[in-house]
């Protein structure tokens, strides 16, 4: 009963690095997600995907970049890293994303840029 | 005005008491809403959806929603120190969700 698995962890990245965070899920769904969340804030969509090879920008995309070439990963690409993406991140899936389908979050990957 | 607005905590009860946790939401054409909880630390878990007005119970826990108003709360009975987490209202439309910031529940023995 895996779920959502997104790795790493954790991660401390220097000022222009880049980096990939990995998001994987074994219950077919379809449609993932990608979210941040600041200290004190509500979740915020950066992109999701409704399908293998379709993916579209959420509220805060800048910055980011996804692919989605299997059902199953969604990895989040960051480029040039800056301090204001220090966050933490989480991954989503739900079944169809229907209009009552509940999305499912892995455990989140902690991030600072340094 | 932000999409999805919940009531700012912290909110302390003690337990065997009632929490009661409000949100309110701008998009009238809303389809759907959900409260999360997330202990510190962890990722967002699934507690409460509802879908139509009126009220939905599962076990300790009550959604109430109510369109016309665009209000929807959570209430948690019988709170117990287990019960202490952010818990975060989620109002869907299409396949995206929008998240209140969240509002923290302490409850105290």
């Known amino acids: 009963n895996a779920g959502v698995t997104q790795t790493p962890k954790f991660r401390i990245l220097k000022i222009g690095q880049s980096m990939t965070l990995q998001c994987t899920q074994d219950m077919n769904h379809n449609y993932m997600y990608w979210y941040r969340q600041d200290p004190g804030m509500g979740l915020k969509l950066i992109y999701y995907s409704v399908g293998a090879g379709i993916t579209d920008k959420g509220e805060v995309p800048n910055g980011y970049n996804v692919s989605r070439s299997t059902t199953e990963d969604f990895p989040l690409r960051l480029e040039l890293a800056a301090p204001s993406q220090t966050s933490v991140y989480f991954c989503?899936?739900?079944?169809?994303?229907?209009?009552?389908?509940?999305?499912?979050f892995g455990d989140g990957t902690r991030l600072s840029i340094l | 005005q932000k999409e999805v607005e919940q009531n700012s905590g912290p909110l302390s009860v003690p337990e065997g008491a009632i929490a009661s946790l409000n949100c309110t939401y701008s998009?009238?054409?809303?389809?759907?809403f959900f409260w999360y909880r997330q202990y510190s630390g962890k990722s967002p878990e699934l507690i409460m959806s509802?879908?139509?007005?009126g009220d939905k119970e599962d076990g300790r826990f009550t959604a109430q929603l109510n369109k016309a108003s665009q209000y929807v709360s959570l209430l948690i009975r019988d709170s117990q120190p287990s019960d202490s987490a952010t818990y975060l209202c989620a109002v869907g439309r299409d396949y995206k969700l929008s998240f209140g910031a969240g509002t923290t529940v302490t409850v105290r023995a």
């Open positions: 509802i879908y139509s007005n």
């Open positions: 998009d009238r054409v809303s389809q759907s």
């Open positions: 989503a899936s739900s079944y169809t994303g229907g209009v009552n389908q509940p999305q499912h």
